[in-house]
């Protein structure tokens, strides 16, 4: 049975005044190996997308946004981005209602105009929640690695969208990748939101 041809190696091995050693072949593929897997590495890092901010409203807001709810469960991250949320500077109300109460101005008068309603969950802000899609899984714990994930704030007595982040990242460390995505979007969102001073 003819063996693989291995006169390449024995006369690069020649011209640098060595003999051929089967070893060499075997170190020289294993490094291949090697150097293909980190461009896959990179290639999967670099599907991650970076940070970025859309302004929808370019006016002022006429209230500080420090209360806000949830539109969406999160799934098996909901607290984690609640907590990331908190840390950032928001308040987070368990739950929205569409319902519209009237706000009092004084005890026993209230008023009816668009401008006064509040959800029953007493929040004018509300937080829609867009995963993207995965382009890794951590084989030590629950972290993933999306593609990017979006954090929308909505104005909900008017049902209008207000700003837009989203980045890509882990959403926790995982071996030697570290990230924390929940945590920088509420960063993000909150730097976005307090670039829209409130109107006087």
């Known amino acids: ?62 209230e500080p946004v420090k209360m806000v709810v949830l539109l969406d469960s999160g799934g098996q991250y909901a607290s984690r981005i609640r907590s990331s949320l908190r840390k950032s500077g928001f308040r987070i109300k368990a739950f929205a209602s569409q319902s519209i109460r009237n706000k009092p101005i004084h005890p ?18 509300g937080i829609r929640l867009s995963p993207g899609g995965i ?31 989203s980045a890509g990242g882990w959403t926790s460390d995982c071996a030697w990748h570290s990230g924390d995505l929940f945590r920088d979007l509420a960063q993000q969102l909150r730097e976005a939101v307090d670039t829209l001073q409130v109107g006087q």
């Open 1 to 62: 049975m003819v063996g693989p041809d291995t006169s390449i190696f024995s006369k690069w091995c020649s011209s640098a005044g060595k003999p051929y050693n089967e070893k060499m072949v075997v170190s020289k593929s294993y490094i291949r190996v090697l150097l293909a897997s980190f461009a896959i590495a990179l290639l999967i890092v670099g599907c991650s997308s970076p940070p970025s901010t859309e302004y929808v409203i370019d006016v002022p807001l006429d």
């Open 108 to 125: 026993g008068q209230t008023i009816a105009t668009g401008s006064d309603t509040f959800s029953k969950a007493e929040s004018r802000y």
């Open 135 to 165: 382009v890794d899984i951590c084989m030590v714990s629950d972290a993933v690695n999306y593609g990017s994930y979006t954090m929308e704030l909505i104005d909900i007595s008017w049902n209008e969208s207000i700003v837009i982040v």
